[in-house]
């Protein structure tokens, strides 16, 4: 009851901050990552694919998906970009492991999938042309916004695209059902909040191009591209 009290507490209409310490995440999802794909597939699949189809992924490109997550993504990336670098990572083994899994599908295929964390990604300043991230910064704390920005800012070239999605606050009564939840129980949310990211984007340095809101099951999401 006092997790409720602190939640509720203000303005019921701020973005919440995260709940769950990012050092639990990885236990969060290394346990959910066999089930993820219902959930995947049930809530999130629309704004996933919406994603990609704004990235306009050229073949030859140098892509990184930063939380792949169980490879939802990273398999229509790989697939788009058979002669380029397909680079993805998470913090999570276990979703790691779906991922590699999932990529089994496509034999001789370029990718490399790896542990790492979007607040020090290991790739070069400037050698990215498409970064995609998916409900990744609904997870992290506020103060950590800014810093996932300024690391995926530095390894884009000049002009690079930047697809996220990320869940968001609800623009329908329905959909506010999650953030009660997510007030309720953080960790039965697997950590996500509602949050927006435009004006951090551009406060960043980034050009947004295209914000777009979708709700799948009630889930509401953001969808934007945006330019280093």
């Known amino acids: 009851m006092r997790l409720l009290s602190q939640c509720c ?22 346990r959910i990552a066999p089930l993820y794909d219902i959930w995947g597939r049930l809530a999130e699949s629309r704004a996933r694919m919406r994603a990609i189809e704004l990235a306009g992924i050229a073949n030859g490109s140098t892509v990184l998906e930063a939380a792949v997550g169980t490879g939802l993504a990273f398999l229509e990336i790989v697939q788009r970009n058979r002669d380029g670098r397909n680079m993805g990572i998470d913090l999570s083994s276990g979703m790691l492991e779906q991922s590699r899994q999932r990529l089994r599908s496509l034999p001789g295929a370029s990718y490399v999938l790896a542990i790492g ?3 020090d990604l290991a790739q070069g ?18 103060e950590d916004l800014d810093r996932a920005l300024r690391e995926f800012k530095r390894v884009l070239k000049p002009g690079g695209k930047l697809a996220l999605v990320n869940m968001t606050k609800s623009e329908t009564l329905s ?12 960790r039965l949310m697997g950590g996500c909040r509602g949050v927006r990211l435009t004006e951090k984007l551009k406060q960043q340095g980034f050009s947004v191009e295209v914000r777009e809101y979708h709700q799948q099951m009630l889930f509401p999401s953001e969808v934007i591209l945006a330019r280093a």
Do not use: H, W
């Open 9 to 30: 507490a203000g303005n019921a209409s701020a973005t919440l901050d995260a709940m769950v310490p990012q050092q639990e995440i990885c236990k969060v999802y290394d």
């Open 117 to 119: 964390t979007a607040l």
């Open 125 to 142: 300043t400037g050698t990215i042309d498409i970064l995609i991230n998916n409900y990744m910064f609904d997870l992290l704390a506020d």
């Open 175 to 186: 959909g506010g059902f999650y953030e009660l939840l997510y007030r309720l129980s953080p």
